[in-house]
């Protein structure tokens, strides 16, 4: 997803939509994929 473009996150329990996540942290893969590109993933922690 192009970093233009926002997504809403929604709770899955009450079903409202939750504002800014109170933590964050960011997982690299361990080896890269077969065009040696680095995957990077970025988890966050909502509270609702």
Sequence with gaps: M???QTREHICPE???QAKEP???W???APFPDKK???TLTIFG???C
Excluded: F
């Design 36 to 38: 040696m590109r680095i």
């Design 45 to 47: 922690m909502y509270e």
């Design 22 to 24: 109170y933590k964050t």
């Design 26 to 28: 960011e997982l690299i």
């Design 2 to 4: 192009p970093k233009s």
């Design 14 to 16: 009450c079903g409202t």
